[in-house]
C-alpha cells in the first residue's frame, strides 16, 4: 500500500513538473512572438536593439487607429499568457510571468489616458528625437550604402508624424487638454535649430557630410542629392509647419496652470502615473510625506558637510542653509572654466573608478561606454545627464551625456555622483548587463521599469559613499546635494500635479531647499510639468533597493556578500520593485 502511495506521489510530482516545463516552453514561445511582432510595431525600438530589419520603416504612431492596434496588441498578448497560467513555474520562468503580464496591465492602463493628445513639449518630443537619430551620432546606423538608402526612407515617412501630431494637438485644444503655455515657449527655439535655409548646416546632414571613403563616386553623388532634396522638400518644410501650427494655433490655446491635475481627467491620469513610475501601492499623497521626510534628513546630511567645508556660519535653520548653498555656489574653483574641462572630467572620473568595481560587483558588463557633451540644439532644456544604451551585438558602445549649458550650473562637485549614477556601476551597468543576458526572453533584455532603472542609478550614486569616492568634501557635497534634489522631486512633482503648486511656487520650494542654480531649477520644474511621474521614480525606486539590501543583511549576517547581493539585483534586468522585494525575498531564503 505505501509502495503504491510512493508511486503515485512520484507520478503527480513527475506529471505536475512536466505541466510547469510544457507551461514555460508554450510562454517562451508567446514572448518570442510578442518581441517579434514588438519590433514590426515598433521599428525604431529594432533600430535602438541593433535589429536592422525594419531601419527603413516608421509607422505613424500617432494616429488613432495605431493607437488602437497596439492596446489590441497587449491585450492579446496578455490574454494568451493568462490563458497558459504560472502554475507550478519558478525562478526565471516565474519572473518572466509576473513581468510580462504587469508590463502589458500597465501599458493597457496607459490607454486609458489621452497622451496622444500632449505629443509635444519641450522633454520629450518626437521632433527632437528625430533629430538626434538622424544626426548620424546615435543608433541608427549609417556604414553602408543600403543604411543610408534605409534612413533615406524611413525620414521620407516623419514629416507624416508631424502632420499627425498638429491633427492631435488640435482634437486637445478641443477636449481642454493642452500643454502649459511655458513649456511650449521653449518648443519654438528647438524646432528653429531644424529649419535651416542651407541643408548644410540641417543637424541631418550630418550622415552627409561623413560618407564612408569606400562608397562609389557615384553612390556618393546620388546620396548628397537625396540628402539635399530630403532637408530641403521634406524634413524643413515639416519642421515649419509644426512651428507655425504652435507658434500661431496652439500656443495662444495654452493653460497658464501648470500641472496635469488642471485638466479634464488630471487627478486620475497623475495616479497612474504615480503607479507607473514607482509602486502600484503608492499614491501621490504619500509620495509627497515622503519626500518632506528625505529633504529633511538630507539637509540634516549638509549641516554635516558644512563644518568639514570650514563653513564660519551656523547652518541650524532653513535660512542658515541657504547662506551654506549660496557660499558653496560663490565658489569660482566650483566652476569648470571650458565645456573641454567639464568632458575630460567625467572621462577622467570613469577611468579612475573602472579599478574599483570588481569589489563590489562579480557581473560587469562587457560593453564599453562613451562619454559626449549633449547637442547643443536642445542642451538648454535637457537635463544634467542621460544614458544611451549600447546595441545588442555590442557594435554600438554605450553613450552618458553630460550637459556642458550655462557651466555654472554644472558644477565640479556634481562629478562624482552623476558618473555613478548614468555611468558605472548605474544605468551602463544595469543597461548592458541586461542586454547582454542572453538567458533571458529579448522582452526582458529590453524591458524598461523606470522605478528599477532610475532606483538602481541612485542606488549606485549611495554606493559610491562605500566605494569611498566621496572621501572629499566637496564631492560629498555634490552627492548629498544630488540626493536631495531627488527627494525635492517627491515634492514638487507632487505638489505641481496634485496639489496644483504654480510654477513659482515649485521654483520658490526649489531654491528654499537646495543649492540649484535658476538654470538648473527652471529646467527641472519644467521637466517635472511636461512627464508627470517620471521624476518620483528615482527616490522611490533607491529606497526600495537600499530597504532589501538592510533586509538581507540584517537576515544573513556574517554570510553577506555585497557583490552576491548586487548579482541578485541585476542579473535579471530591469523588473517591477515589487517583484524585485518578492525575487530578494526568496534568495534570502535560500541562502
Not at 504615480?274 to 499614491?283: A, G, I, K
Request: no cysteine.
Amino acid at each position: 500500500m505505501f509502495r503504491s502511495l510512493l508511486i503515485a506521489s512520484l507520478m503527480l510530482a513527475s506529471g505536475a513538473a512536466f505541466a510547469a516545463d510544457d507551461r514555460a516552453a508554450q510562454l517562451g514561445k508567446l514572448y518570442g512572438e510578442f518581441w517579434e511582432e514588438n519590433l514590426k510595431l515598433n521599428p525604431v525600438t529594432a533600430t535602438f536593439a541593433g535589429d536592422p530589419r525594419y531601419n527603413d520603416l516608421l509607422p505613424n504612431d500617432l494616429a488613432p487607429e495605431n493607437e488602437a492596434r497596439e492596446r489590441a496588441f497587449h491585450q492579446r498578448y496578455l490574454d494568451r499568457a493568462r490563458a497558459i497560467g504560472d502554475s507550478g513555474l519558478t525562478g526565471k520562468d516565474k519572473l518572466s510571468y509576473e513581468i510580462f503580464t504587469l508590463n502589458r496591465e500597465s501599458a493597457l492602463e496607459d490607454y486609458k489616458f489621452p497622451n496622444r493628445l500632449v505629443p509635444i513639449n519641450q522633454f520629450y518630443n518626437i521632433a527632437n528625437s528625430f533629430a538626434q537619430l538622424g544626426s548620424g551620432t546615435s543608433a541608427q546606423p549609417f556604414v553602408t550604402v543600403k543604411d543610408y538608402d534605409d534612413w533615406l526612407k524611413r525620414a521620407s515617412l516623419f514629416p507624416a508624424l508631424l502632420d499627425q501630431a498638429i491633427v492631435n494637438m488640435r482634437e486637445g485644444i478641443k477636449a481642454n487638454i493642452v500643454e502649459p503655455r511655458v513649456l511650449m515657449e521653449k518648443v519654438l527655439p528647438q524646432l528653429d535649430a531644424n529649419i535651416v535655409d542651407d541643408p548644410t548646416k540641417s543637424i541631418f546632414w550630418g550622415p552627409a557630410a561623413k560618407l564612408p571613403a569606400e562608397f562609389s563616386a557615384a553612390d556618393k553623388q546620388r546620396l548628397t542629392d537625396a540628402f539635399t532634396a530630403l532637408i530641403n522638400t521634406k524634413l524643413t518644410p515639416a519642421y515649419r509647419r509644426l512651428r507655425a501650427f504652435i507658434a500661431d494655433e496652439y500656443l495662444p490655446k495654452t493653460r497658464d496652470t501648470f500641472g496635469r491635475g488642471a485638466i479634464p481627467n488630471g487627478a486620475a491620469w497623475y495616479e497612474h502615473n504615480v503607479r507607473d513610475n514607482t509602486l502600484r501601492s503608492m499614491t501621490p499623497a504619500k509620495v509627497h510625506q515622503i519626500g518632506l521626510d528625505e529633504v529633511a534628513r538630507l539637509q540634516q546630511a549638509m549641516r554635516e558637510v558644512a563644518k568639514e567645508l570650514n563653513y564660519p556660519k551656523p547652518v541650524k535653520s532653513l535660512a542658515e542653509l541657504k547662506g551654506f548653498f549660496e557660499w558653496m555656489k560663490a565658489r569660482e574653483d566650483m566652476v569648470f572654466a571650458s565645456r573641454e574641462d567639464l568632458l575630460k572630467a567625467y572621462q577622467a572620473f570613469g577611468a579612475n573608478v573602472a579599478p574599483l568595481l570588481p569589489t563590489y560587483f562579480n557581473l560587469r558588463p562587457k560593453a564599453d561606454y562613451k562619454v559626449r557633451l549633449v547637442e547643443p540644439f536642445r542642451e538648454a532644456s535637457a537635463s544634467s545627464g542621460q544614458y544611451q544604451g549600447p546595441s545588442l551585438d555590442g557594435s554600438r558602445a554605450g553613450i552618458f551625456f553630460v550637459n556642458a549649458y550655462d557651466l555654472k550650473a554644472r558644477p565640479k562637485s556634481a562629478v562624482a555622483a552623476l558618473s555613478l549614477h548614468e555611468a558605472a556601476p548605474g544605468h551602463h551597468f544595469q543597461i548592458s548587463l541586461q542586454r547582454e543576458l542572453k538567458d533571458l526572453p529579448m522582452f526582458r533584455r529590453f524591458s524598461r521599469d523606470t522605478a528599477y532603472m532610475e532606483g538602481w542609478g541612485l542606488y549606485a550614486e549611495w554606493l559610491g559613499y562605500e566605494m569611498g569616492m566621496y572621501k572629499d568634501p566637496v564631492q560629498r557635497f555634490g552627492a548629498i546635494d544630488a540626493e536631495l534634489w531627488r527627494a525635492i522631486r517627491l515634492v514638487t512633482d507632487s505638489g505641481i500635479h496634485f496639489k496644483g503648486w504654480t510654477r513659482q511656487q515649485t521654483l520658490d520650494y526649489m531654491f528654499a531647499n537646495s543649492p540649484a542654480e535658476e538654470t538648473r531649477a527652471v529646467s527641472e520644474a519644467e521637466r517635472f510639468a511636461a512627464i508627470p511621474g517620471q521624476a518620483l521614480a528615482y527616490k522611490i525606486g533607491q529606497l526600495k533597493i537600499i530597504e532589501l539590501r538592510h533586509r538581507a543583511e540584517k537576515a544573513l549576517g556574517k554570510k553577506f556578500d555585497v557583490r552576491a547581493y548586487h548579482d541578485e539585483v541585476l542579473k535579471d534586468g530591469a523588473i517591477p520593485l515589487e517583484v524585485l522585494e518578492a525575487k530578494i525575498d526568496r534568495w534570502i531564503a535560500v541562502q
